[in-house]
């Protein structure tokens, strides 16, 4: 019926105390997007309260190779089953109730949830497709959950809403397992030196070496002169020093310019006209200003 699903990341353990309720889906097939988003963010205990329709070919179709999740799910008649054993529920809410009740955020939700998962299971509840939970099924979660979206058009279908909570679980996992470590999962790769980058990055004297060189190129194909410099050495300085970049890279642009110079020399070979190349360079820097 469905293809083979790599398993669930880290199930049994705090993972896998998070359980998410799904109250009388209509479609199965959002049954398996859930299962997919799940999976995404390393989850695995899904229990199914009185389903339209599961299991079948639209809900495993859907899941996009999380079957191992549907295959586990649990499947109950009544909501009471599938928090009979929790020790925390928190349910979706989009809209505001006239009794109020305590409402939180999906990053506080996450971290409340892993706060209660060290002392049993944790139950996120989400409700219908067509209208969510009742106020029967509301007040029978310790915390309401509201996704601050668009007010102008707050609707999130059911895996949508769904992935925004397992992602605020696994962010908020993810963090506890980097508290005083180097960050492998979180941490930002933007620059030569962060973790992972590929080549060290260039040292100052590499980086001098090549605007020297990348100077004296610009002399002899004549668009910068040192008499009248104006301001385009500082400014390509400024552009380069922006990328940070590494020493790879800076190989590669000492090469290209070396390139550049052996055609320089092919060129000056043939004896063109300088002075109007000359001329054009002069003529495109008052142009731009630099």
Known sequence: MHKPALPVEETDTYQDQIRIVLVETSHSGNIGAVARAMKNMGLGNLWLVNPASFPDEASYARSAGASDVLDRA????SLDEALADCVLVMGTSARGRKVPWPVTAPPEAAARAAQYA????VAMVFGRESNGLSND???RCHYHIHVPSNPEY???NLAMAVQVICYELRMHYLRSLEEGESRPHLGSMVRPGDPGWDVPPASVGDVE???????????????HRRSNPRQLMPRLRRLFQRAHMDQMEINILRGV?????KAV?????VGPDKATAADAADEGQDKDHV
């Open 154 to 156: 707050s609707s999130l």
């Open 257 to 261: 310019l070396t390139s550049v110079e």
């Open 209 to 223: 070496g090549f605007f020297g060189h990348l100077e004296s190129v610009l002399e002899a194909v004549e668009f």
């Open 137 to 139: 099924e509301l007040q």
């Open 265 to 269: 020399e092919a060129r000056d070979g």
């Open 74 to 77: 649990q499947v109950v008649s």
């Open 118 to 121: 060290h002392q049993g299971r």
